[in-house]
């Protein structure tokens, strides 16, 4: 039985994607088609669209039974960071696990998560600062058919970045989580990677084809109509769901009239939140061990 034993847990809007599919890129990395699997984080609900895919211990193994002898085997949820129970839930069947955590500036962090969840449309709140007062109001409720219970818990999540990176730290110790930036990710793409070879062990002179591996954002409408497929024929479909999307994408931007809302957040607002924030960065910095003082704005 092919074991994972990389775990890519987030943050969101933060790379991850990016990196998923650079890792698969390496000879000695095997990656599962399926990106965002979700099987730990049992402890998030999500709503009826966007349900975690892969709930059930045999379906979400059978991921990894196309590893032909590479080393490393991994996947990636974002949705891990944020769940209490994925932590332990990992460890219990990869206690060896090597975890790789993405983070990003808070502020920057929070414009982009709030910017893709009204482009998916669970977000039905455009203006940012409208969705910020709302926060309170929303928890407990049920979510949005297609989000999650965290899906619109900004404040909440920004507040308690350094203590999710802390206990994945405490849970499998610093010598088995890497944390790298958005910024490097992006800034430094071959350094950055390349020093995510060696933290796994394999081959840190590969280098992979670093365009961007992204989802358009105006492709969103169409991802959210690929999770009502029913979850068997979405695990066959798993490595043509991105050649489909940017098939059929374009097709439904000539026909939709119900096209997404644009986020907006007022320059205002950002400065008030970068100021606010403040404090949670230094808290990253201490948990992280990175210099972050270019995501302090004065």
Known sequence: ????????????????????????????????????PNHFCTDVVFGASRRA?????????????????????????????????????????????????????????????????????????????????????????????????????????????????QGFLDTFGRDQVHIVTFDELTTHQAESFAGICRFLGVDDTFEPDFAARNYDPSNLHVLSMFRHVPEPIRTRLGPLAKPLVKRIAPMLKKTRTDRPQVATASGALIAELAAEFAPVVKDLERVTGKDLSAWIRT
């Open 53 to 165: 895919r892969f709930t059930d211990r045999a379906q979400y193994l059978a991921l990894f039974d196309d590893a032909a002898g590479e080393t490393i085997r991994g996947e990636s949820s974002t949705m891990y960071i944020l769940s209490d129970a994925a932590r332990s839930a990992i460890a219990s069947i990869a206690p060896d696990a090597r975890i790789v955590i993405s983070i990003r500036n808070p502020t920057d962090f929070l414009v982009s998560w709030h910017a893709h969840g009204v482009g998916i449309g669970y977000e039905t709140a455009p203006d940012l600062g409208d969705a910020l007062d709302l926060e309170s109001e929303r928890r407990g409720r049920e979510p949005h058919h297609l989000g999650s219970s965290l899906a619109t818990a900004y404040r909440e999540t920004i507040n308690a970045m350094p203590e999710l990176v």
């Open 1 to 36: 039985m092919n074991l994972p034993n990389l775990f890519i847990v987030g943050f969101g809007r933060s790379g991850t994607t990016s990196l998923h599919n650079y890792l698969a890129q390496h000879p000695s990395i095997f990656m599962s088609s399926a990106k965002e």
